[in-house]
């Protein structure tokens, strides 16, 4: 056991950041706020015999992150087809380039964003040839 299993995305503006989700990622939600007792939304992130898993959007429950403060949480890194078409989906719905794309040489191309809500997320498209 220890293996990774749900994710929780704090934010602030839950419209907003499901807007943001969906139209990037193609995510869906299911309300899940009775159940946990704050406005908090089960994100589905693909089909079940997709390799992934799926989170949750929650309401946060204290001050978002600062500007150009350094990281200190963890980040989810999302796997995309077209890191650069990816990359256009995130800037036209509301976030902003944190680590603009770089290669992880042989491996793939990766890329660090903030999303609508101040908080920091990876995308990763796969590249033998990325260098």
């Not at 890194?77 to 800037?91: F, H, N, P, R």
């Not at 680590?99 to 999303?115: E, N, R, T």
Request: aromatic share 12%.
């Amino acid at each position: 056991m220890g293996r990774l299993v749900h994710f929780e995305i704090h934010v602030n503006d839950m419209e907003r950041a499901k807007h943001f989700y969906g139209k990037v990622f193609g995510w869906s939600f299911q309300d899940w706020s009775d159940y946990a007792g704050i406005p908090y939304f089960g994100a589905v992130t693909g089909e079940e015999d997709e390799l992934g898993i799926n989170g949750a959007l929650m309401q946060r429950q204290g001050p978002p992150p600062e500007v150009n403060q350094a990281l200190n949480g963890f980040a989810c890194t999302m796997g995309v087809e077209s890191y650069d078409g990816t990359e256009a989906k995130i800037l036209e719905n509301g976030g902003k380039v944190a680590i603009s794309k770089h290669a992880l040489p042989g491996m793939a191309w990766q890329g660090y964003y903030i999303d609508t809500e101040g908080n920091i997320f990876g995308i990763h498209q796969p590249d033998k040839n990325a260098k």
